[in-house]
């Protein structure tokens, strides 16, 4: 259907429009032609992802962490359940998990209040730890999808990047030890 080949053919010039607004340093427009590739173009999936991913950056770079955290949740909902993924796919994945590990550390260890007694400080460091749980929780969903791919679809550096942060998230789950059980032949 030369309808249905049209149509793709504009998607990825929309995508290369945004790419060369990017290079030319036109931010608002790379904005809009990405988010619009992002929304309406799902195929290929890879394609949409790198879309997603400029999205990311560029509300970095904007500082718009509202706007960012919008764009990490839609790789993280795209990823997620995928039965077949790129590595690069998986990556992107990782790299939003580790996203949400590095906001709970910020956050933990952000500056105190000046002049707080120290049950104020307790309650203050309380109330931090219950902010950043979410998002620990987050990181530790995210990097549990990426290890699940890949006992589905191969293990790779993203995958092990994510088994080394659960080992540090979750410890009691993902850092046992294992141990070692003597082995005696009774039938000597």
């Known amino acids: 259907d030369d ?6 053919d504009r998607a990825k010039r929309r995508y290369r429009a945004a790419e060369l607004y990017l290079e030319a340093g036109n931010l608002p427009l ?5 988010r619009f590739y992002a929304h309406n173009h799902p195929d290929p999936v890879a394609l949409q992802l790198e879309a997603m991913h ?9 500082d718009e962490p509202a706007k960012r955290r919008f764009w990490l949740r839609k790789i993280r ?12 796919m998986r990556f ?4 939003n998990a580790r996203l949400y590990q590095v906001l709970a550390e910020d956050l933990l260890a952000s500056e105190r209040p000046k002049g707080l007694n120290t049950l104020e400080q307790d309650q203050y460091q309380l109330l931090l730890e219950e902010q950043a749980y979410p998002f620990e929780e987050q990181a530790i969903e995210l990097h549990q999808a990426n290890l699940s791919l890949g006992w589905k679809v191969g293990w790779d550096d993203a995958v092990n990047k994510s088994l080394i942060a659960l080992q540090t998230l979750a410890p009691g789950r993902f850092a046992r030890q294992e ?3 003597a082995y005696v032949d009774s039938a000597q």
């Open 3 to 8: 309808r249905g080949i049209a149509s793709i």
């Open 77 to 88: 909902d795209r990823v997620k359940g995928m039965d077949q993924t790129t590595e690069r």
């Open 179 to 181: 141990r070692e059980v």
């Open 92 to 95: 992107l994945a990782a790299a």
């Open 54 to 62: 400029h999205m990311d950056l560029l509300y970095q770079h904007n």
């Open 30 to 34: 790379a904005i809009e032609h990405f």
